[in-house]
């Protein structure tokens, strides 16, 4: 947070060591321009360390379900904790996706991954900021729904609440009345999108925990790739597997991209989590996926792919 302001202390220092050589209206001028200098480089950090704080702060607004005695955005309360109960199954938490009340896990997982790949890059700087517990707080509120959601080795699901139906009748999650209609992807009904950047989210929380919450890290690597034990929950060997493109999201998130670069994804992001030289072989033997791209968002993660395999092989 201080660098720039240590570096407009130690200017200020500089010109009082060579006052000697300059006449007095010039070192006024000197000291002065010094000092503006950090006091402006000062509120400059200050600026974006709260804009940090601020855009962290954001996903504590956008919670679903029990929210914890620590929650800053005290205006919201609990919400859908009846999610799942059509199947038995227990799919409260996560993340609205944005005014609306609807969770779209395929959107989620890739918000998720983002948001890890700024706690690994980043983290130096966050921790400064005094937010990585935050961020932490942030992608651990999406990876425990994304495990609740993998329910077996070939379900998954992929979206909670019926989004033309939520989108006729705008109310707070805590007052809606609208149809909570579970979505899911399995093997005689594949989504790889869904399950590939389930995967890619799950390998990269796992670097964010893995000096932090051992245990926790490596449950999320487990459901992530494939382990012997656990070989029932790998979301990557899944969506690999039982190819086929996802639609159940549209016309909200519709898949204009195909799966192959959620493929390339989430084998990315294991192959980073791990160094296990089978991801780095599967993106090799599909590097003909890959391509000159235009963009890097949740449809399209090419660019991403690109970007940290460049990292690691240049």
Same mark, same amino acid.
């Given at each position: 947070?201080?660098?720039?302001?240590?570096?407009?202390?130690?200017?200020?220092?500089?010109?009082?060591?060579?006052?000697?050589?300059?006449?007095?209206?010039?070192?006024?001028?000197?000291?002065?321009?010094?000092?503006?200098?950090?006091?402006?480089?000062?509120?400059?950090?200050?600026?974006?360390?709260?804009?940090?704080?601020?855009?962290?702060?954001?996903?504590?607004?956008?919670?679903?379900?029990?929210?914890p005695a620590d929650q800053r955005?005290?205006?919201?309360?609990?919400?859908?904790?009846?999610?799942?109960?059509?199947?038995?199954?227990?799919?409260?938490?996560?993340?609205?996706?944005?005014?609306?009340?609807?969770?779209?896990?395929?959107?989620?997982?890739?918000?998720?991954?983002?948001?890890?790949?700024?706690?690994?890059?980043?983290?130096?700087?966050?921790? *400064?900021? @005094?937010?990585?517990?935050?961020?932490?707080?942030?992608?651990?509120?999406?990876? =425990?729904? /994304? !495990?609740?959601?993998? %329910?077996?080795?070939?379900?998954?699901?992929?979206?909670?609440?019926?989004?033309?139906?939520?989108?006729?009748?705008?109310?707070?999650?805590?007052?809606?009345?609208?149809?909570?209609?579970?979505?899911?992807?399995?093997?005689?009904?594949?989504?790889?999108?869904?399950?590939?950047?389930?995967?890619?989210?799950?390998?990269?929380?796992?670097?964010?925990?893995?000096?932090?919450?051992?245990?926790?890290?490596?449950?999320?690597?487990?459901?992530?790739?494939s382990v012997i034990n656990l070989?029932?929950?790998?979301?990557?060997?899944?969506?690999?597997?039982?190819?086929? *493109?996802? @639609?159940?999201?549209?016309?909200?998130?519709?898949?204009?991209?195909?799966?192959? =670069?959620? /493929? !390339?994804?989430?084998? %990315?992001?294991?192959?980073?989590?791990?160094?296990?030289?089978?991801?780095?072989?599967?993106?090799?033997?599909?590097?003909?996926?890959?391509?000159?791209?235009?963009?890097?968002?949740?449809?399209?993660?090419?660019?991403?792919?690109?970007?940290?395999?460049?990292?690691?092989?240049?």
């Amino acid at each position: 947070m201080g660098r720039r302001l240590v570096w407009g202390l130690l200017i200020a220092f500089l010109c009082c060591a060579i006052s000697l050589f300059l006449a007095p209206n010039d070192l006024h001028r000197s000291l002065v321009a010094a000092t503006n200098h950090a006091q402006k480089d000062h509120h400059v950090n200050r600026a974006y360390n709260d804009a940090l704080s601020k855009a962290i702060l954001f996903f504590e607004g956008q919670r679903s379900g029990k929210l914890p005695a620590d929650q800053r955005v005290t205006w919201r309360g609990d919400s859908a904790l009846a999610d799942g109960q059509p199947d038995n199954v227990n799919l409260v938490g996560g993340y609205y996706d944005a005014g609306d009340n609807v969770k779209f896990g395929w959107t989620m997982s890739y918000t998720t991954s983002l948001l890890c790949w700024a706690a690994i890059e980043y983290r130096q700087q966050i921790t *400064s900021a @005094g937010e990585i517990e935050h961020l932490r707080q942030a992608i651990r509120w999406a990876t =425990d729904f /994304l !495990l609740r959601s993998h %329910t077996s080795s070939t379900t998954f699901y992929t979206q909670v609440g019926d989004g033309n139906k939520d989108h006729s009748c705008w109310e707070r999650p805590e007052d809606m009345d609208t149809p909570r209609t579970l979505y899911k992807i399995t093997s005689q009904n594949p989504g790889s999108e869904a399950a590939g950047d389930a995967a890619a989210a799950l390998a990269a929380a796992s670097m964010v925990f893995e000096h932090v919450d051992a245990a926790y890290s490596s449950k999320l690597l487990q459901h992530a790739k494939s382990v012997i034990n656990l070989i029932n929950y790998n979301l990557f060997e899944f969506a690999d597997k039982y190819r086929g *493109s996802y @639609g159940a999201s549209c016309p909200f998130y519709c898949s204009y991209s195909g799966y192959q =670069d959620e /493929l !390339l994804w989430g084998a %990315t992001w294991l192959y980073e989590a791990t160094g296990d030289k089978k991801y780095h072989g599967y993106l090799t033997s599909n590097q003909g996926w890959s391509g000159s791209v235009s963009e890097f968002s949740w449809d399209n993660k090419l660019a991403g792919v690109q970007t940290l395999l460049a990292k690691v092989t240049l």
